[in-house]
């Protein structure tokens, strides 16, 4: 979406696109850090909780580690269940996603990290935004 702005007495419309622009990509949930570990033998790792803003919107998961060369697939769930609320994907080293989801307006929810049936724990760091 492009936004032409015109303005008199020398103020720089650039700068100004560009000051709201910043404003703009704050809109929404803002991103939090996440650092759990999955749980070997098919365990669950998850995230702290955050309120979803927006009905139609999909989480936003930046994801900076996935321990030891694994990958993991993330959903999100209600905060106090485990049930997926829509698809997962599956995450590695600085992987940038979208989670679709069912979870409406003013919900509490998390991220769910799973793995499969690893032998061993595994350990994800990054950030999420529910939207």
């Not at 939090?32 to 749980?39: M, Q, R």
Request: with cysteine; aromatic share 10%.
């Amino acid at each position: 979406m492009r936004r032409t702005v015109k303005l008199a007495g020398g103020v720089s419309a650039v700068g100004l696109i560009l000051a709201f622009g910043a404003t703009a990509a704050q809109a929404g949930t803002s991103y939090k850090s996440y650092n759990t570990t999955i749980g070997k033998y098919g365990g669950a790792g998850y995230s702290a909780t955050q309120t979803k803003r927006f009905t139609d919107a999909s989480a936003s998961v930046r994801s900076a580690t996935v321990g030891g060369d694994y990958t993991a697939d993330v959903c999100l769930v209600p905060s106090n269940s485990g049930f997926c609320l829509g698809g997962s994907k599956t995450i590695n080293d600085g992987s940038n996603v979208l989670v679709w989801n069912f979870a409406t307006e003013g919900s509490t929810v998390r991220l769910k990290f799973t793995d499969g049936w690893q032998w061993v724990n595994v350990q994800v760091t990054g950030t999420w935004a529910s939207d």
